[in-house]
């Protein structure tokens, strides 16, 4: 849980104010800030839920990735892709989850370069665990209601839309591990 500031202002409201003094209007400044300013304050609150089981929100979701695999193992450029960050951490989260004895790697017998991540059953335990704490909290988002983030999901998808994180399709079966 983040300290929490208690100042006697908004600081982001006086920041925008100050901004428009100087340069004019710019709403996309304050409401980047707040973004950044909200991600610290999430991530804060979920890391410091899934701390007593050793896990990081990174490992986390790591985890809950596998779970999501029919084989409970996907290879790691695939654990990359779809958490969306580089292979070098990919393979720093994984490596602690291996430590930890939540994951196993192995060779990807159809990438003889390539090498798989599997769950363990700790690590479906803990995942198990931590989704009901994370769940209790709300993700940290309990301030808001079930219509209130469903809005703010339908608010950032076009950002993310943007980033080419995704191309915008009809939904269609799902096959293999492409959840």
Not at 131 to 151: N, P
Request: aromatic content about 8%; overall charge negative; charged content about 25%.
């Amino acid at each position: 849980m983040p300290k929490p500031l208690s100042l006697p202002f908004d600081p982001i409201a006086r920041a925008d104010d100050l901004w428009q003094q100087r340069w004019g209007p710019v709403p996309s400044m304050s409401a980047i800030t707040s973004i950044m300013r909200a991600q610290q304050i999430l991530l804060a609150e979920v890391d410091a839920v899934v701390k007593p089981y050793g896990l990081t929100f990174a490992r986390y979701e790591a985890l809950v990735l596998l779970t999501f695999s029919r084989a409970g193992e996907l290879p790691m450029s695939k654990i990359g892709e779809r958490l969306m960050v580089h292979p070098t951490s990919v393979t720093n989260t994984v490596d602690r989850l291996v430590r930890a004895g939540f994951v196993a790697k192995r060779p990807n017998p159809n990438d003889g370069r390539g090498t798989l991540a599997s769950i363990t059953d700790a690590g479906r335990e803990v995942v198990e665990a931590a989704s009901r704490d994370l769940m209790d909290m709300d993700f940290g988002l309990g301030v808001y209601d079930a219509e209130e983030c469903a809005e703010i999901f339908a608010m950032l998808r076009p950002l993310r839309l943007a980033a080419e994180d995704f191309e915008e399709r009809r939904p269609t079966a799902r096959r293999g591990d492409e959840w």
